[in-house]
């Protein structure tokens, strides 16, 4: 008997060229079926992400319109609130005089929210600061007005002081130029007087002449003060 360890191996057995083919196409079928079932997988997932991008797109349109509807009502809101306050400011406004400005100023403004007791008590709270500083203005612009006035009546006073101090002194020249002249008047006419006096009593007529001119300018002499 021979040994089996060194009997000769087997002759590979030779598939045929039918069997090859077969074995081909199930390797091909194969592949087919695992990317088959790759796709879809792949299919379905893209599905499930399209499902979800659905949900979401339509949850953000509702967030959308439901955002652009209280948009609507803010802006509405909005601008009521604008126009009463408008409307509150200028009856705040007219409501002020220069002596009572700022009286309940930002109280009348936000009177539109006068349910809202913390934003009232603030109001009221700088309504008094605000009368506290308008004094305080008032005050010093009363006191740098009362200084300005005071220089300004000291100095009009001292123009008319001095304005009539000129009128009376001129009104005493011209009463003392009038007096001079009506006294000189005077005098010459009792001169005149007393010369025509003596011409018609005296007869010594060159005499009455003489005597006269050195009783005129003792006369002028004696009478120059009065």
Request: hydrophobic share 30%; net charge neutral.
């Amino acid at each position: 008997m021979s040994d089996p360890d060194t009997q000769p191996d087997p002759e590979p057995l030779v598939c045929s060229r039918h069997e090859q083919q077969h074995q081909q196409l199930l390797r091909q079928h194969n592949e087919l079926k695992l990317e088959h079932s790759s796709l879809k997988r792949q299919l379905n997932t893209v599905k499930l992400h399209l499902s979800t991008l659905s949900i979401e797109n339509e949850y953000l349109e509702q967030q959308i319109e439901k955002q652009a509807q209280q948009n609507h009502r803010h802006e509405c809101f909005n601008r009521n609130i604008k126009q009463e306050l408008i409307n509150s400011t200028n009856l705040a406004i007219n409501a002020q005089t220069r002596v009572t400005f700022p009286h309940k100023f930002l109280v009348q403004i936000f009177a539109p929210f006068a349910e809202d007791k913390a934003l009232v008590e603030h109001c009221v709270h700088i309504d008094e600061e605000m009368a506290k500083s308008m004094h305080t203005i008032r005050m010093h612009a009363y006191q740098e007005h009362e200084l300005k006035l005071r220089d300004v009546i000291s100095k009009k006073q001292a123009d008319l002081r001095s304005k009539l101090v000129a009128k009376y002194e001129l009104k005493l020249d011209k009463c003392e130029l009038s007096r001079k002249c009506k006294s000189s008047l005077i005098r010459q006419r009792c001169f005149d007087l007393f010369k025509h006096f003596m011409h018609e009593h005296c007869a010594d007529k060159e005499y009455t002449s003489a005597y006269l001119a050195d009783l005129k300018a003792v006369y002028e002499q004696t009478t120059q003060h009065f």
